[in-house]
């Protein structure tokens, strides 16, 4: 369906409950917390579903519209979600979906109507339009559209940020957006623990044939001494494969009951998925990974055999 | 002058010299190279004055448009340069300056013709509207800008980043821009030397007043063992702020010839122009610096009292 067809059922129907993916992130919380303002600003019931893996960074953006348990909807919309399997634990009862907005070009078609444009940078940019054509965009929703357009780009880093995205953002700062707030707390501030455990990770960083693999290592004793949490290391993996000349980068992560886990990370033409199915483990093109009994430093060596091999071929 | 009067007087003349200035970045770069392409291309003589202290990042960008010795140049135009104390050694002859394009709020005026708009977070956005009323903005010009616009914003992190910042570089990628490979190569890629260095950085930075203030030493030993440039330590002074809960960031860099140069980055309410004008120094509330002929260790606890009293405050 179109934007404008897409606004026209929502402008015809009423209590709506919005889903949420699996590990949400910036994208779709924000998109969910927009879209239900929206629905409500123009009079409607709209709530959440509330996602038991929501963390504490996005938390607060979508708590006001969690659905109260005695909700009974009328109307299930899916925002950023491309398959069922996407679906957080909480909506396994849930059969039919009536409306699924997303951006992904993987998106199975699973509802009854599905508007998807997989030419956006973030499902938010789609919503966005979508709630333009219902009424006022307020500063909160466009707060939440923000972190949904800034966060599935990387602030406007990654290679999905096009002209459509930065349209988006500029219009969502006219909209009085807290673009310097958002920024500040989502891109450009680090805990001490992750300043920390980085200066032990790049400290101990190896490379490997002239620079093209470069392999970092998380001890406990890393974690421990940098008094680092999950969140603190969240897309650390991502570390080794953004220095230069680095074609695959190598995270050995050391577990606390032994044994490690492994995240590869590789440019085009080089792929995770198959270094990592050499250990059973998997993934995509250009991010996988396989957990180990092994230790850190005894499978090292394998690593560096199988990746000698793939730069050889 | 508005950006209309900017267009007809470079229209109305010819023979162009651009000035780019003292330690150049890429809004001081792009705009003199996006400047200089247009004028050539609307059929008039341009050339850029060779900047001495053009590291190898920017240097392709603007070398092609560099004058050649025998240039008699008719007009001069200084970019993006605040003061004639920014001007780069090259240009120590020139008397007058017939044109000064320029976002800086503290431009002092020393151009016959100023064209000068703080509100705008790149002067490379002005220069995007003065070239779009000279002509078409080619795909080179539109790449010389977004270098300009997303290096003065921190690829649209920092506090400066607004709607025009945004709409702008919506409109530079529609003109063809390779945002992602601008991306990649200005944001998401480090050198070895960069990753080695800013390991060394965390290892040693300190935190005081209970990690309201946090002090890094870049020595000339972690230079030499790191192999690191001057493009590899660009804009390192904001990583101590960018720290949670860290309201003042200093970052002393030991000199070759020795002494140090102190730069501190503080957060809303706290001046650094007010810390570095204790040492003589000054710049603005968000960003300042100072040189001492100290070595780091000795200027240290005297940065430390000064912060202890504002703290205090």
Known sequence: MTVNECAEWLRARDNFLIITHRRPDGDTIGSAAALAGALRAAGKMAHALRNGETTARYLPLIEPFHAPDSFEPGHIIAVDTASREMFPGAASGIERVDLSIDHHPSNTLYAEETLCDPSRASCGELVFDVISRLGEVSRDMAEALYIAVSTDTGCFSYDNTNAGAFLAASRLAELGA??????????????????????????????????????????????????????????????????????????????????????????????????????????????AGFTSDEAPESLKPKIAAVLKELFER
């Open 178 to 287: 807290d673009t310097a707030g958002i920024n500040k707390r989502f891109f450009r501030s680090r805990s001490r623990s992750r300043v920390a455990i980085e200066g032990f990770i790049y400290s101990g960083l190896e490379f490997l044939f002239g620079g093209k693999a470069a392999v970092a290592v998380i001890t406990n004793e890393m974690m421990k001494r940098s008094g680092a949490d999950e969140d603190d290391i969240e897309n650390i993996a991502a570390l080794p494969v953004s220095i230069e000349g680095v074609l695959a980068g190598v995270t050995i992560r050391e577990m606390k009951g032994g044994g490690c886990k492994v995240s590869v990370r590789s440019s085009p033409g080089l792929s995770s998925n198959e270094i990592c199915a050499r250990f059973g483990g998997g993934g995509h093109a250009a991010a």
